[in-house]
């Protein structure tokens, strides 16, 4: 049988569609479904006062606080990847997001002067094993970067669980897929061309068992003074990222990996996010604003673009 579901979850909607065999309990998996990503929006939004990280972000520093398993995973892998890209992803910079009109504030109340951020790994501390985590700073934790990526690998793992061999899955721009579809094709998805006023493909990328993410900066951004202002914050300056890219696209096993991966390389910009890439050992694709236009190209499997 060929199955789709979907709904609401982080501010967006998830969907899935899988292989099952017949007289599948279809409505049990996607409730499965349903559960695991609503779980990874209560722990990790920062949108929600309730949230585990909104509880961590409004505790005192220095405290440790008691957290779900998930959410340590999700801290200690944001820190890892911090370190591995040289601060450029940093989910430190929660109050730069809010400042800039793109938290759950809504306001814009631009900060007069840039406020760098120091590596995300001496703000906060994370025993995995103890399930626990501690600010060193007040500093506001914002793992917009990162949760939809693991959400998706959460849905992932629900219907590896269920023992579904061929899958695709997605929260947004971030998938994930499995197999093949019932027919025995690819699992087939478009690039979306950086436009913001419509919706064109750049190109189809066939995928096996990896996940793809995005981050762009023209779905979510406004103009000032003449100036393209993107949501995605660079930690290094304590402003907007203007490294010139209007998207970069990354492949890697996971998709929390591939979310934050995509998030620092667009930070970074062209030359240092190649650089970063290939020494990573990333698939990466950028897509850089030129004045004719928009010009691709890549790293690893995107290398050929």
């Not at 990874?40 to 398993?69: C, F, K, Y």
């Not at 340590?72 to 450029?88: F, K, M, Y």
């Not at 696209?249 to 996971?254: E, N």
């Not at 290939?278 to 950028?286: E, M, N, S």
Request: charged residues 20%; aromatic residues 6%; contains cysteine.
């Amino acid at each position: 049988m060929d199955c789709r579901t979907s709904g609401a979850t982080m501010g967006t909607r998830y969907a899935a569609r899988f292989v099952a065999p017949a007289g599948t309990d279809v409505p049990t998996i996607e409730r499965a479904l349903a559960s695991a990503v609503t779980a990874v929006d209560h722990q990790m939004s920062n949108w929600a006062p309730e949230s585990d990280l909104s509880r961590l972000n409004r505790a005192t520093p220095g405290l440790w606080t008691p957290i779900p398993a998930n959410l340590a995973c999700v801290l200690t892998r944001a820190l890892e990847i911090g370190c591995a890209t040289d601060n450029a992803f940093n989910i430190g910079v929660g109050d730069l997001v809010d400042a800039w009109g793109f938290g759950p504030g809504g306001a814009r109340h631009i900060a007069a002067a840039p406020r760098p951020r120091p590596r995300v790994d001496t703000l906060l501390e994370v025993d995995l094993a103890g399930c626990r985590a501690r600010r060193h700073a007040d500093v506001a934790l914002d793992l917009c970067g990162i949760a939809k990526g693991f959400g998706v690998d959460e849905l992932a793992r629900v219907l590896d669980g269920f023992g579904i061999g061929s899958w695709l899955v997605g929260i947004d721009g971030e998938l994930r897929a499995r197999g093949a579809k019932a027919d025995g094709s690819a699992w087939a998805i478009a690039l979306e061309a950086p436009c913001a006023d419509r919706r064109d493909a750049m190109a189809v990328v066939e995928l096996g068992d990896v996940a793809i993410a995005t981050s762009g900066d023209y779905r979510h951004g406004f103009d000032l003074g003449g100036v393209h202002i993107g949501h995605t914050m660079d930690p290094r300056t304590g402003t907007p990222a203007r490294g010139g890219l209007a998207a970069v696209t990354v492949i890697a096993p996971r998709c929390a990996d591939a979310d934050a991966y995509a998030t620092a390389l667009m930070v970074l910009g062209p030359g240092a996010g190649a650089d970063c890439a290939r020494r990573l050992g990333l698939d990466a694709l950028f897509v850089q604003r030129e004045d004719a236009g928009v010009r691709a190209f890549g790293t690893g499997t995107f290398g050929d673009v």
